[in-house]
T-cell receptor
Framework: DQQVKQNSPSLSVQEGRISILNCDYT??????FLWYKKYPAEGPTFLIS?????DKNEDGRFTVFLNKSAKHLSLHIVPSQPGDSAVYFC?????????FGAGTRLTVKP | GAVVSQHPSWVICKSGTSVKIECRSL??????MFWYRQFPKQSLMLMAT?????????EQGVEKDKFLINHASLTLSTLTVTSAHPEDSSFYIC??????????FGPGTRLTVT
């Protein structure tokens, strides 16, 4: 039962442009959402989060948007940099546990 | 941010043997620790959740007798893969959560069973 879905397995963007990664969830009990960045053979690192009481959270080049009615969140990276190339996981949390999406591999081309 | 370590970072073992993976929160007390497994090009799969001093809660489909989890202190959780088989080969990642909501992940352990 995939409660968190990232439908795009990969995304390629040019350096300096905007990267938009999308995530959908099905469980209305989720109330906290996070994005993690992961390099090969390493554990995920926390990037940015958003509570369900907000619809936007910004941290430098990273902005997360939450649309509760659509059960959709997105991560915007602008401007994208080659060092942003990694796999990005969205995660949703509620009632103590956390579920991850399948990940989107972002490639930022110089 | 908070630091979580895992040991070993990689291990090779023979079929039928057991291997223990340690997860430590280095600068905070982790009331809850999670163990994940990641197959190549797939998402993180939650295996179990453990709270300090109590038995772990396993996800459906995860054999609790095969993947033994111990969370004996607020800074240490261990995952023991018993009677390992080649299909247990994977990347195992732990995470820890303390007073704050975010989970902090360890660097992962690559297990190869020959």
């Amino acid at each position: 039962d995939q409660q968190v879905k990232q439908n795009s397995p990969s995304l390629s963007v040019q350096e300096g442009r905007i990267s938009i990664l999308n995530c959908d969830y099905t469980n209305s009990m989720f109330d906290y959402f996070l994005w993690y960045k992961k390099y090969p053979a390493e554990g995920p690192t926390f990037l940015i989060s958003i509570s369900s009481i907000k619809d936007k959270n910004e941290d430098g080049r990273f902005t997360v948007f939450l649309n509760k009615s659509a059960k959709h969140l997105s991560l915007h990276i602008v401007p994208s940099q080659p060092g942003d190339s990694a796999v990005y996981f969205c995660a949703a949390s509620g009632e103590g546990d956390m579920r991850f999406g399948a990940g989107t591999r972002l490639t930022v081309k110089p | 941010g908070a630091v979580v370590s895992q040991h070993p970072s990689w291990v090779i073992c023979k079929s039928g043997t057991s291997v223990k993976i340690e997860c430590r929160s280095l600068d905070f007390q982790a009331t809850t620790m999670f163990w994940y497994r990641q197959f190549p090009k797939q998402s993180l799969m939650l295996m179990a959740t453990s709270n300090e001093g109590s038995k772990a809660t396993y996800e459906q489909g995860v054999e609790k007798d095969k993947f033994l989890i111990n969370h004996a202190s607020l800074t240490l959780s261990t995952l023991t893969v018993t009677s390992a088989h080649p299909e247990d080969s994977s990347f195992y990642i732990c995470s820890a959560r303390g007073a704050v909501y975010e989970q902090y992940f360890g660097p992962g352990t690559r297990l190869t069973v020959t």
